[in-house]
T-cell receptor, first 114, second 116 residues
Framework: KNQVEQSPQSLIILEGKNCTLQCNYTVSPFSNLRWYKQDTGRGPVSLTIMTFSENTKSNGRYTATLDADTKQSSLHITASQLSDSASYICVVSPHAGNNRKLIWGSGTSLAVNP | GAGVSQSPRYKVAKRGQDVALRCDPISGHVSLFWYQQALGQGPEFLTYFQNEAQLDKSGLPSDRFFAERPEGSVSTLKIQRTQQEDSAVYLC??????????????FGPGTRLTVL
């Protein structure tokens, strides 16, 4: 069973609209959670990283939230732009001292249409 | 260079052929990672280097996969006797220091391998 589940699998929105992507995880122990953006044909790029003590972090129009009690995270995109079309991947790290064992979700594919 | 580069960007191989994929990490980055990404999935860890030492190769799917980083900078992932299930995007990432999970990994654009 995948320890990091993302929803929806895909999403289509109109330019200028907001959207929220969900990530549920069962990974334990837990050190930190990060969101990556992956454009088609490119490698992932880090958007945010949160430790268990942080419950929100922003990066421009991207705001991530974390509830370590319910093991849920969300990524909110405000005033979407065409360039936001990409796959958004939730990644959980079980151990602070080991960045090899990142557990990756399958991503949400977002399409922003004009 | 400004970022991680990988070559070739695309590789088509006949089943049974050997391939070599190259990664040039960001200059001075100690850590280097290889990932395999199937279509519609997140990356899966293959192997990790700290400088020239391969500290973790637990993700390599078979002994046909071999990686090296002899001088602690450029790395090569070699796949021998390629099979169709090896078709995927192979991503390389580097980070500036050792094993802390807080260290951001910077990814290259990947090599898309197609095995016919």
């Amino acid at each position: 069973k995948n320890q990091v589940e993302q929803s929806p699998q895909s999403l289509i929105i109109l330019e200028g609209k907001n959207c929220t992507l969900q990530c549920n995880y069962t990974v334990s122990p837990f050190s930190n959670l990060r969101w990556y953006k992956q454009d088609t044909g490119r490698g992932p790029v880090s958007l945010t990283i949160m430790t268990f003590s942080e419950n929100t972090k922003s990066n421009g129009r991207y705001t991530a939230t974390l509830d370590a009690d319910t093991k849920q995270s969300s990524l909110h995109i405000t005033a979407s732009q065409l360039s936001d079309s990409a796959s958004y991947i939730c990644v959980v790290s079980p151990h602070a001292g080991n960045n090899r064992k990142l557990i990756w979700g399958s991503g949400t594919s977002l399409a922003v249409n004009p | 260079g400004a970022g991680v580069s990988q070559s070739p960007r695309y590789k088509v191989a006949k089943r049974g052929q050997d391939v070599a994929l190259r990664c040039d990490p960001i200059s001075g980055h100690v850590s280097l990672f290889w990932y395999q990404q199937a279509l519609g999935q997140g990356p899966e860890f293959l192997t990790y280097f700290q400088n020239e030492a391969q500290l973790d190769k637990s993700g390599l799917p078979s002994d046909r996969f071999f990686a090296e980083r002899p001088e602690g900078s450029v790395s090569t992932l070699k796949i021998q006797r390629t099979q169709q299930e090896d078709s995927a995007v192979y991503l390389c990432a580097s980070s500036s220091t050792g094993g802390s999970s807080y260290n951001e990994q910077f990814f290259g654009p990947g090599t898309r391998l197609t095995v016919l």
